[in-house]
């Protein structure tokens, strides 16, 4: 069998060193300076973020960094460790809405939003790319992009929305205005609020609720797995993995129909009603039964239920119920793959091996439809759950699996 591939993190020498050579390399002059924004996992509120709902994620150790340099006209050159020898170009001015294509579509959106957003004094830029945060993986290779871009444009451009939580708000939405209306992808804000606004050792509360103030929308939950003796295993299935294929969108699009029906703003509002009632499960069953199919109810279920997972798991897990913060990870991916059916024969199978080798819990993360998993187990057990998934993998045909180490780090930085 062959042994599965762990991806470690580039160390923050190393990023700068590649990043600032790439740069030289590719254009002949030194960059301004270096940032990074970090991919993400979320522990548990999967699907929420549109729905006003709640999540918990950590910012990974696995960073992209790029290298910057301002421009005095409105061009956009960029390169990317990915494809060293290609550069590509794109203008500011006049640009519309999905008028970029390919991957250049995210940094140069990043500048188009801010521009939008009434900052005129941003110009042009050349940038360098490297990334160690998996392509495809579902852990926020995007969002790992567009926030590195945002803060980097935010410094080299001096509009000094950076250096605060509440002023980091204004770089996520022009993150996330680059990610729906250029590159086409659709996200709620979950991934750029990790990305920007997670701190070591500590997993974000992050409450989507539209209207509320920087400090009301996001709490910092200690999230120590050493002190539990556990270790986080994210697998990522190397299933592929496609989001803007529609789907994403028509469960977005069921949400979004189910609240009109239900006759509130979103799903936020049934939820917290039906959580804070005496008898949950009968006022679950009194609110599915207003919705006219299956599968409505089906999608409604798996909101409410899983907006509810997200303050329990945080509770089992600050009081060191572990056991409970193990079933809840299962009853989010069980409620993922029956009720929100965004799961795929990889990530299921990934979670039932995990699960069958003395995981507490395991679930997928991100989006689904591909992508990767997430299993709390003792610490030093990761290596051997991996390599038996990816044997489980090796025996059914499907593409080798490879695994990260994970631990809550830190947000976006400047890093020279």
Same mark, same amino acid.
């Given at each position: 069998?062959?042994?599965?591939?762990?991806?470690?993190?580039?160390?923050?020498?190393?990023?700068?060193?590649?990043?600032?050579?790439?740069?030289?390399?590719?254009?002949?002059?030194?960059?301004?300076?270096?940032?990074?924004?970090? +991919?993400?996992?979320?522990?548990?509120?999967?699907?929420?973020?549109?729905?006003?709902?709640?999540?918990?994620?950590?910012?990974?150790?696995?960073?992209?960094?790029?290298?910057?340099?301002?421009?005095?006209?409105?061009?956009?050159?960029?390169?990317?460790?990915?494809?060293?020898?290609?550069?590509?170009?794109?203008?500011?001015?006049?640009?519309?809405?999905?008028?970029?294509?390919?991957?250049?579509?995210?940094?140069?959106?990043?500048?188009?939003?801010?521009?939008?957003?009434?900052?005129?004094?941003?110009?042009?830029? !050349?940038?360098?790319?490297?990334?160690?945060?998996?392509?495809?993986?579902?852990?926020? *290779?995007?969002?790992?992009?567009?926030?590195?871009?945002?803060?980097? %444009?935010?410094?080299?451009? =001096?509009? =000094?929305?950076?250096?605060?939580?509440? +002023?980091?708000?204004?770089?996520?939405?022009?993150?996330?205005?680059?990610?729906?209306?250029?590159?086409?992808?659709?996200?709620?804000?979950?991934?750029?609020?990790?990305?920007?606004?997670?701190?070591? +050792?500590?997993?974000?509360?992050?409450?989507?609720?539209? =209207?509320?103030?920087?400090?009301?929308?996001?709490?910092?939950?200690?999230?120590? %797995?050493?002190?539990?003796?556990?270790?986080?295993?994210?697998?990522?299935?190397?299933?592929?993995?496609?989001?803007?294929? +529609?789907?994403?969108?028509?469960?977005?699009?069921?949400?979004?129909?189910?609240?009109?029906?239900?006759?509130?703003?979103?799903?936020?509002?049934?939820?917290?009603?039906?959580?804070?009632?005496?008898?949950?499960?009968?006022?679950?069953?009194?609110?599915?039964?207003?919705?006219?199919?299956?599968?409505?109810?089906?999608?409604?279920?798996?909101?409410?239920?899983?907006?509810?997972?997200?303050?329990?798991?945080?509770?089992?897990?600050?009081?060191?119920?572990?056991?409970?913060?193990?079933?809840?990870?299962?009853?989010?991916?069980?409620?993922?793959?029956?009720?929100?059916?965004?799961?795929?024969?990889?990530?299921?199978?990934?979670?039932?091996?995990?699960?069958?080798?003395?995981?507490?819990?395991?679930?997928?993360?991100?989006?689904?439809? =591909?992508? *990767?998993?997430?299993?709390?187990? !003792?610490?030093?057990?990761?290596?051997?759950?991996?390599?038996?998934?990816?044997?489980?993998?090796?025996?059914?045909?499907?593409?080798?699996?490879?695994?990260?180490?994970?631990?809550?780090?830190?947000?976006? *930085?400047?890093?020279?």
């Amino acid at each position: 069998m062959t042994a599965v591939e762990f991806i470690e993190p580039i160390a923050h020498e190393e990023g700068v060193e590649k990043a600032t050579k790439l740069f030289a390399d590719t254009y002949g002059t030194e960059p301004a300076g270096v940032w990074a924004a970090p +991919g993400r996992v979320n522990l548990i509120g999967e699907h929420t973020d549109y729905n006003a709902g709640l999540c918990l994620p950590i910012a990974l150790p696995h960073r992209t960094f790029i290298a910057v340099k301002p421009r005095e006209d409105t061009k956009v050159r960029l390169v990317s460790d990915v494809a060293p020898d290609k550069v590509a170009e794109a203008d500011l001015d006049g640009l519309q809405a999905r008028g970029v294509d390919g991957w250049a579509a995210y940094p140069t959106g990043v500048a188009w939003a801010l521009r939008e957003a009434g900052f005129d004094q941003v110009k042009g830029f !050349d940038a360098a790319f490297v990334s160690c945060v998996p392509l495809g993986s579902g852990l926020s *290779s995007s969002a790992a992009m567009t926030c590195s871009t945002a803060l980097a %444009l935010d410094d080299v451009y =001096g509009l =000094g929305y950076g250096s605060t939580d509440t +002023g980091r708000v204004t770089l996520i939405n022009a993150a996330i205005k680059s990610e729906n209306d250029m590159a086409g992808a659709s996200t709620g804000g979950l991934d750029q609020n990790a990305s920007m606004r997670c701190t070591e +050792g500590h997993a974000i509360r992050l409450d989507c609720r539209p =209207g509320l103030t920087a400090l009301e929308s996001v709490s910092q939950q200690e999230f120590d %797995l050493d002190k539990y003796g556990l270790e986080l295993l994210v697998l990522d299935t190397r299933a592929p993995h496609q989001l803007n294929d +529609g789907q994403y969108a028509q469960r977005r699009s069921a949400c979004e129909k189910a609240a009109e029906l239900l006759g509130v703003a979103n799903l936020r509002e049934v939820a917290d009603e039906v959580n804070a009632s005496a008898d949950p499960a009968a006022a679950l069953d009194a609110v599915l039964a207003k919705l006219p199919d299956e599968t409505t109810k089906k999608r409604v279920r798996h909101v409410i239920t899983e907006i509810g997972r997200v303050d329990e798991f945080i509770k089992a897990f600050a009081e060191g119920d572990i056991k409970t913060a193990g079933a809840l990870f299962n009853a989010s991916h069980d409620s993922l793959r029956d009720d929100y059916e965004v799961t795929v024969a990889e990530l299921d199978t990934a979670v039932d091996v995990a699960r069958a080798n003395g995981a507490y819990g395991a679930r997928m993360t991100g989006g689904g439809f =591909g992508g *990767s998993i997430i299993a709390l187990v !003792d610490k030093g057990a990761g290596h051997e759950i991996a390599q038996k998934i990816a044997d489980e993998f090796e025996a059914k045909g499907f593409n080798a699996p490879r695994a990260l180490p994970a631990y809550a780090a830190a947000s976006a *930085s400047r890093e020279a």
